[in-house]
Every structure is written in C-alpha cells, then in structure tokens.
T-cell receptor, first 116, second 117 residues
C-alpha cells in the first residue's frame, strides 16, 4: 500500500529565507503527487501536482517541488518566504488500488510559520 | 459569489440536536464531496456525489446523512452526533469525480467547524 509522510509537523523560517517542506512517499507504482495549501480559516487550494511529466514542477506563488524517484521524495521549496506563505501544507499521493482504481492519501500536514 | 461556499462557518450542537451543513458551488462542476478534517489525522473522504447521484460512501456512520438536490448544492444532515465527531467539515467540488483520486483539481470551501458537546 502507498503512504505519504511529511517529515516535519512544524517549520519556522524568517521572511526572505528559503522554504523547504519535506515529503516522502512509499509506492509500488509510478505515483501522482500533489501539494495543497490551507491558509488560516480557508479551504485547501492546489499548489502544484506531478503526474509523470517533468520531474521539477512549478506551482503558484513561487513554489516548486521536485519528484525524486530514487529518494521517494517530493519536497516543496520556495526561494524566499513571504509573510503570506504562513499556512498548513499537505502532501498528497494518488494510490493505485488495482486496475484503474485509485484513491488519494493525504499527509498529516506541515505548519509553516514565517517570522518578520 | 465565486468558488465553494459553506454555511455555517461554526456550529455548536448537543448530542441530541439535529442540524445541517450547507455547501454551494458556483464553478459549474459536476462532482461534490464531503471531507472530515480532524487534528493529527489525514483528511478523510466521507461522501462523493457525481451529477447529484451518490457514488461513494466511505463507511460513514448513519448519523451523517448527505443530500445533493442538484449539482450545485450539497447538504450534510447531522443528528445524534458524538463528541468525537467534532471536526472541520470541508466541502469540495471538481469538474468530474476523478479528482477524488488525483485526476483533476479539487476546489474546497472554507469549512464548517463543528463542536459537539
């Protein structure tokens, strides 16, 4: 069975410094991977997704993630954090159940704090 | 209005009460979903509707009763809930129901924060 692990439950960075949110997955098949963001008192929004095309995926708000099969990782990065990036971030993998059946597996989330 | 709108944003109810959560999407999507978000747990898919027909019920207790009168509206009727049902209930929509498995994007509302006393 596939699973997704977000290695840090909380990350704190200073404004203007790089952001790294780590995600590892286990998969028997080529996975589809996603990052969603949830700002305080807001719904979840898709940041970016990987679906077997380019391994470096660019998303909204300057975020990007790189699919590394050898490391089974899909870490989310941003060169320079902004105060508005403070939110909860979720890594998600699409699990293949058999045939064409799939389901989404959600990580537990990483809370990002950005300090002035 | 645009996007996915959920009401009420906050709800406090006793275990014997009956209440309903409402969701409306203005995106012209065909699929709608209820998710449960609890602290320290992965997001849980509860129900899926496609063209107002229920296509998925993930072993949700019968004290949660969904209703989808059309593709734009989704309700979650609540009765005789338990304190462990306290959570954030998220409604989502997508162009088709395959978004629940990663094909296509899910669009979420801001959620209804439910507290059961």
């Amino acid at each position: 069975a596939q699973s997704v692990t977000q290695l840090d439950s909380h990350v704190s960075v200073s404004e203007g410094t790089p952001v790294l949110l780590r995600c590892n997955y286990s998969s028997s098949y080529s996975p589809s991977l996603f990052w969603y963001v949830q700002h305080p008192n807001k719904g979840l929004q898709l940041l970016l997704k990987y679906t077997s095309a380019a391994t470096l995926v660019k998303g909204i708000n300057g975020f990007e993630a790189e699919f590394k099969k050898s490391e089974t990782s899909f870490h989310l990065t941003k060169p320079s954090a902004h105060m508005s990036d403070a939110a909860e971030y979720f890594c998600v993998v699409s699990e293949r159940l058999g045939g064409n059946n799939r389901k989404l597996i959600w990580g537990l989330g990483t809370s990002l704090a950005v300090n002035p | 209005e645009t996007g996915v709108t959920q009401t009420p944003r906050h709800l406090v109810m006793g275990m014997t009460n009956k209440k309903s959560l409402k969701c409306e999407q203005h995106l012209g999507h065909n699929a709608m979903y209820w998710y449960k978000q609890s602290a320290k747990k992965p997001l849980e898919l509860m129900f899926v509707y496609n063209f107002k027909e229920q296509t998925e019920n993930n072993s949700v207790p019968s004290r949660f009763s969904p209703e989808c009168p059309n593709s734009s509206h989704l309700f979650l009727h609540l009765h005789t809930l338990q304190p462990e049902d306290s959570a954030l209930y998220l409604c989502a929509s997508s162009q088709d129901r395959l978004a629940r498995v990663g094909t296509g994007e899910l669009f979420f509302g801001e959620g209804s924060r439910l507290t059961v006393l």
